[in-house]
């Protein structure tokens, strides 16, 4: 046996071993397991190291020491906790690695985001292009701009090269050069770049204005190490507002103390926000810690995406009667996982806990007999808002009825738009991406009060036919989608002349399904007052 698969082969029993005993850890339970679980265990690991060595030995091809780390790291590990549930997992050393940045939301690099696209002439039939540089960083400061295609990194041509191979070439310790070299369209030779490396910071809140006068609205990526201060400067920026709109959607989650941090912006001192059970471990309340005189009514927005420490905030304000929430159903992730630091820097995210709303809703929704894909992708119809027979009934704090077990359902649906094949094929083809470098290279730049006219939108019409092999439409085509072409060509014009958060803007400002939160805003007001008037009725009734 290879010595790289000795030490894959002994991370595994360690890491089966931690599974075994990662709760007794936890509770400084240390007494010895009896003598039949450590036989049992034992006869596992027996079983299985006598069929990875069969493996090994009697496999068709060559087990390589990649093809080894693979079986085990991809394969066995995974395959055993995605039996438990699933959202159990593991990390190899690189995914935990990324795993820990992603919680800090930073690192050291040039501050860019890429991403590969079709080239025939490259070696493995892809290019990596620049969607967009981070705004403050070394790249954004050096003039780099969406679209520019990486040619090299300090010499050495990215030509076959995947995006993740060329991001880690780019990152570094601080402080230290690198040299790019790009080609941009319009230019007559490659571009090249001496940056800096520093500190790149990933907001989480990366958009934060009034929508409308008096109106906030903000949204929240996910939930790391720096959101619930974030959510915190975005207010100070508002000042005195009649309103807020909380955008959640396509949130993922994240860490759970900044997830109660966020709430505790909103609510009350002392009020409930999340409360956690397991099996092996003492139940946890989490509470307002300091506390909100905050008035202004607040309507959350959230979709099918929208996952769990978003749907901790989301089902807290919703049982507060503090926010109304609107949208689709979101996806009911209510299982806690504690993060174990196994051997050789890999990390086991075991589920220890269940979420549970303020008023006690069960976050998660069922995944018995169900398959992953499924899971994550097939949606079970009864827990749609129009049909809410199979959930579980509570009560806000005001008595309004909220249903449970399946996600945070939403006070009021918003459905989301639909697009057609002709929008789909625009978007595969990186349409507006490509004209926006178009655009900028025939006319130079484009100033804040631009407007994509008709006069635009013909040039949009012929670079579609332009392109190899043209991109095929009709004028019914255009005219059926013709805001949210105009819409799409401003947003990637200003994402590439003043940055990504112009660019989002631009989008934010149009999307309907912002607009349609927004009118519900004296509906939320009304939460405040039907609230009002709940408690002052049950305290006449408590002092007969």
């Not at 995914?95 to 992603?102: G, I, L, N, P, T």
């Not at 169900?370 to 806000?396: A, C, G, H």
């Not at 004209?435 to 006069?455: I, N, Q, R, W």
Request: proline share 5%; with cysteine.
């Amino acid at each position: 046996m290879a010595p790289r698969t000795r030490r894959a082969l002994f991370s595994l029993t360690v890491f089966l071993a931690t599974c075994a005993v990662a709760g007794s850890f936890i509770n400084q339970r240390v007494a010895a397991q009896s003598a039949t679980d450590e036989s049992t265990l034992r006869d596992s690991l027996h079983n299985f190291t006598n069929v990875y060595s069969l493996v090994e030995q009697n496999y068709a091809d060559k087990m390589t020491p990649d093809k080894a780390d693979k079986a085990i790291y991809d394969g066995a590990i995974p395959g055993m906790l995605h039996v438990l549930d699933p959202h159990s997992n593991f990390y190899d050393p690189k995914a935990y690695a990324q795993m820990r940045e992603d919680q800090h939301g930073r690192y050291y690099g040039v501050g860019m985001t890429i991403q590969p696209q079709p080239d025939s002439a490259a070696k493995n039939g892809m290019k990596i292009v620049v969607l967009y540089p981070f705004e403050g960083t070394p790249s954004y400061k050096a003039g780099i701009r969406p679209g520019d295609v990486i040619l090299a990194v300090d010499g050495k041509s990215t030509d076959g090269m995947d995006s993740a191979a060329v991001a880690s070439m780019l990152k570094g310790p601080r402080n230290t050069h690198v040299l790019v070299t790009m080609k941009r369209e319009g230019a007559p030779k490659p571009l090249e770049f001496d940056l800096v490396r520093d500190e790149v910071s990933r907001p989480s809140v990366d958009l934060a204005f009034l929508i409308k006068p008096g109106i906030g609205y903000m949204h929240v990526t996910n939930f790391m190490e720096t959101t619930s201060r974030e959510v915190g400067d975005a207010l100070d920026k508002f000042g005195n507002i009649n309103g807020l709109v909380i955008d959640l959607r396509g949130n993922p989650g994240g860490l759970l103390n900044e997830a109660v941090n966020m709430s505790d912006k909103f609510l009350q001192k002392g009020q409930i926000v999340v409360s956690q059970r397991g099996r092996a471990f003492p139940d946890q309340v989490y509470r307002a810690a300091h506390g909100s005189d905050t008035k202004y009514p607040i309507v959350v927005l959230v979709n099918r995406n929208t996952a769990s420490a978003a749907e901790i905030v989301s089902g807290a304000l919703q049982d507060h009667d503090r926010a109304l929430i609107v949208g689709e159903t979101t996806f009911g992730k209510g299982l806690v996982q504690t993060v174990f630091q196994t051997s050789d820097n890999t990390g086991l995210a075991l589920t220890t806990y269940h979420y549970y709303t303020p008023s006690g809703r069960l976050i998660q929704r069922n995944y018995s007999n169900v398959s992953l894909y499924d899971y994550y992708y097939v949606r079970d119809p009864s827990i749609k808002p129009k049909d809410k027979s199979n959930l579980e009934v509570k009560l806000t704090d005001s008595g309004r009825t909220v249903y449970g077990g399946g996600g945070i359902t939403p006070d009021e649906a918003i459905d989301n738009p639909k697009t057609n094949r002709f929008q789909d094929s625009l978007v595969q083809h990186y349409a507006f991406f490509n004209f926006s470098k178009h655009y900028l290279a025939v006319h130079g730049s484009v100033s804040k009060d631009f407007v994509a006219d008709d006069g635009v939108l013909q040039e949009f019409k012929a670079f579609l036919k332009s392109q190899d092999p043209p991109i095929e439409y009709t004028d019914q085509d255009i005219a059926g989608v013709q805001d949210w072409l105009k819409t799409n060509i401003k947003s990637d014009l200003f994402t590439s002349q003043f940055g990504q958060l112009e660019g989002l803007k631009v989008r934010a400002e149009w999307d309907p399904q912002i607009a349609k939160a927004i009118t519900y805003i004296p509906e939320a007001q009304s939460l405040q007052e039907h609230l009002k008037l709940a408690l002052a009725q049950r305290n006449t009734a408590a002092n007969r």
